[in-house]
């Protein structure tokens, strides 16, 4: 199944990675680190399984292959959202109006990063050029591109998938927060801005005598995939993902018995 939607250049494709040289309550290794051993598959994917994203889906459950534009090349493409609210919006105001007839068939379906991660990864093992993007939230890479350019990084545009670290400025090191019953201390990443922002807040509240040493980074999902995916170093297990508040009011939401996840549809016959 396929429609032509012109997306633009703006097709979040694996965008610029602000990973490198990052460290907290020690170092976040592996980042650049071509000799670095993977985590255990299951547990990067774990880490991953917590976070929703959205995209559409035909009756049976398959992903709608769309053709776009980047730049001046055409290319099939497989889009996912992080916001609900944006994937439903796409449905609504772009595909009913340059594709009527596809988007009457076509619904918003949830499924886990692990699962978008899953599918791209199986992509690649194709002969197809498919390409599976992931579109940020634009307020959100608006309040990156704020953090970038106060940072001293004048000009330049936040490309990728944003995530809100707080952290301290000497040492680099990261603000921990307690989670489960022993109180063990993980690193918040977070896909809101806001959502540091609060937590930062409390922090000075209770520490003020650190508060002019904090200070929120912004880094990108898709380094923090590659960290995760190429470091067996503990500090990284120590990373936690934290979904938007949109995010968790969806799962508030949820029915008991959840739809099966969205599967790929098959890849367009190439042109003749």
């Not at 927060?177 to 809101?192: A, D, Q, S, T, V």
């Not at 990108?220 to 990284?236: E, R």
Request: aromatic content about 8%; glycine content about 6%; proline content about 8%.
């Amino acid at each position: 199944m396929k429609s032509f939607i012109r997306l633009g250049a703006t097709l979040g494709i694996a965008g610029t990675v602000f990973l490198t040289g990052l460290s907290g309550i020690g170092n976040l290794p592996g980042i650049g680190n071509q000799e670095a051993i993977a985590l255990p598959q299951d547990q990067m994917v774990k880490k991953l399984q917590e976070i929703p994203v959205f995209t559409l889906v035909d009756p049976k459950g398959g992903l709608p292959i769309l053709t776009g534009r980047n730049a001046s090349k055409t290319v099939p493409l497989v889009v996912f959202f992080i916001s609900k609210q944006d994937a439903q919006k796409f449905l609504d105001n772009r595909l009913r109006q340059d594709a009527p007839k596809l988007a009457s068939t076509l619904q918003v379906r949830p499924l886990s990063l692990a699962e978008y991660y899953q599918i791209v990864e199986e992509g690649k093992k194709k002969k197809d050029s498919v390409i599976y993007t992931l579109e940020p939230t634009q307020q959100q890479v608006e309040s990156a591109t704020t953090i970038l350019n106060q940072n001293g990084k004048k000009g330049q545009q936040f490309n990728g998938i944003p995530l809100f670290v707080p952290k301290f400025k000497k040492d680099n090191r990261y603000l921990t927060i307690p989670l489960g019953k022993g109180n063990e201390r993980y690193i918040p990443f977070y896909f809101e801005k806001e959502q540091a922002v609060a937590v930062l807040e409390e922090f000075k509240k209770a520490v003020p005598q650190e508060a002019a040493n904090t200070e929120i980074q912004v880094v990108d999902l898709y380094g923090v995939i590659n960290a995760l995916n190429t470091s067996n170093d503990p500090i990284i297990n120590k990373i936690v993902l934290y979904p938007s508040r949109e995010s968790i009011n969806f799962f508030r939401s949820l029915a008991p018995n959840q739809a099966p996840a969205a599967k790929p549809a098959a890849a367009p016959a190439p042109k003749k």
